[in-house]
């Protein structure tokens, strides 16, 4: 069991202005994995009053560009020490499967903090205008990043790295359900010298969010997280007319057109639909298929998903975990019995707990056939295990389907012909298209269309939303 008694606060571990403590018990078996405490109001205002300051008379901001680079590279080379450790608090805490957490933090983090530093390292900070004025790029102020339980640090980091590296100062909100891991990353801050007031990590619930966000002291948010709590967050940001970038949710479309490899197709939607316990705001959980080789895909993406082994996400063998909590599990078997309701076809899987894992909160993969895409469970994310197939008629229908959704954030396209492949990426509404099964690189930026959000991530073009931008005509 791992506890902390105190929280990270302005770079320093103080004692909780409240006396709450949030427990985090296992998904898989419920027993406990440690406790924190739980940020108050009080320590949201003594975060930002040091966020505040270092900013405003800190040296942080006044550091050269590549005096940041290089504590930021110092985390990160820190961090690389204490990766697998990492993976495997955050599998104990969310229930994700120890090869996806130790993928993504032992080798993922890395490639995505290196990108940061590449643009950050090739960004003209300052730079002279064909007219002679001066165009220069200034850090955004306090930042508060506001981040899920589903891949706690991947997401943290994502926003952190970008905003130091541009001088900002950050004040991180981590999830209750992954609420240690995000003190064990605030020691590794801590020992890489990043000066007093710069950073403060701080894990709560729904209240002391929405007090951060709303903190007349903050200059920016940076929320990852459901579009409802999104929209509220964008509501409180025009108020205060302060900067604000949100990665929302997701139903993402997968096309398969006629001449695509069917045993590759439902190997990479094992990935890309499946990955993380389909907790993941990008899966691609509608699959649309052309009705010339409907059943041929059905039964491939079936026998795929019967194989899956589902269990104890510590073993390396585990494939599908258990939701984070006893109400997510329930929201998605009330989805499963939902799609049966709606007339669905339901080729495998159900709303019954896998037999002998009674004790956790599992849930049973389940495909629905001969869906259309007006039913509830082709429009609403349901960020579990349950996948859709959709029929078209032709290439149009199958753009225009995917296309009709209220979110754009994923997606992805099959077929033997690249140039094919790639005329259709272009026409579906969505920030991220995978061509084959790809995979998505660090150095493209991340973010979605419609109600799956505004602003980006990642690379030179996630760095920019961290900067102000200050013309000086001489």
Not at 107 to 127: D, F, N
Not at 372 to 394: C, H
Not at 407 to 414: E, F, M, R
Not at 430 to 455: E, I, Q, R, W
Request: glycine share 10%.
């Amino acid at each position: 069991m791992t506890s902390y008694d105190q929280l990270f606060i302005g770079g320093h571990w103080v004692a909780p202005a409240g006396s709450e403590i949030i427990e985090v018990h296992s998904p898989h078996d419920q027993s406990l994995v440690g406790t924190v405490p739980h940020a108050t109001a009080a320590d949201v205002d003594a975060a930002v009053a040091a966020a505040r300051e270092a900013f405003d008379n800190g040296p942080w901001p006044r550091l050269t560009p590549e005096e940041r680079q290089a504590t930021v590279t110092r985390f990160q080379e820190l961090y690389n020490n204490r990766s697998a450790e990492m993976a495997a608090l955050i599998t104990a805490e969310n229930g994700s499967p120890i090869a996806v957490t130790t993928g993504l933090n032992v080798h993922g983090l890395s490639e995505q903090t290196a990108a940061y530093l590449c643009a950050a390292a090739s960004l003209q900070w300052e730079q002279q205008l064909a007219s002679g004025a001066l165009l220069r790029r200034e850090a955004v102020g306090v930042v508060a990043a506001v981040i899920p339980w589903n891949a706690p640090h991947q997401s943290a980091l994502a926003k952190m790295v970008p905003a130091l590296l541009a001088g900002a100062t950050v004040v991180l909100k981590a999830s209750p359900e992954t609420a240690i891991d995000a003190l064990a990353l605030a020691e590794v801050f801590a020992e890489a010298g990043f000066p007093e007031g710069v950073i403060s990590v701080l894990p709560a619930g729904r209240e002391t969010s929405e007090y951060l966000v709303a903190h007349p002291g903050v200059d920016k948010i940076a929320f990852t997280g459901s579009t409802a709590a999104g929209r509220q967050i964008a509501s409180l940001a025009g108020e205060q007319l302060k900067r604000v970038s949100l990665e929302l949710g997701g139903k993402s479309a997968a096309i398969i057109l006629e001449d695509a490899d069917v045993t590759a197709v439902a190997e990479g939607l094992k990935y890309h639909s499946l990955g993380n316990n389909a907790e993941n705001c990008q899966a691609h959980t509608r699959i649309l298929v052309p009705r010339s080789r409907y059943e041929e895909v059905v039964d491939a993406v079936r026998t795929m998903m019967e194989s899956l082994t589902v269990g104890d996400p510590s073993d390396p063998a585990t494939f599908i975990g258990p939701m984070v909590r006893a109400d997510q599990q329930e929201r998605v078997r009330s989805y499963i019995e939902l799609g049966i309701a709606e007339g669905a076809r339901l080729v495998t899987g159900g709303p019954q707990v896998p037999e002998g894992l009674e004790g956790g909160f599992y849930v049973t993969p389940t495909l629905f056939a001969d869906v259309d895409n007006s039913m509830r469970i082709a429009r609403e994310e349901i960020f579990g295990p349950v996948l859709v197939v959709i029929p078209f008629d032709d290439e149009d229908d199958a753009v225009r389907i995917a296309n009709d959704s209220d979110y754009g954030l994923g997606g992805g396209v099959w077929s033997a012909d690249r140039e094919r492949a790639l005329a259709v990426a272009r026409r579906v509404r969505t920030g991220l298209m995978l061509v084959n099964g790809a995979m998505p690189a660090f150095d493209g930026p991340f973010g979605g269309f419609k109600a799956s959000g505004t602003g980006r991530e990642f690379g030179a073009v996630g760095l920019g939303q961290y900067i102000e931008y200050k013309t000086i005509a001489v």
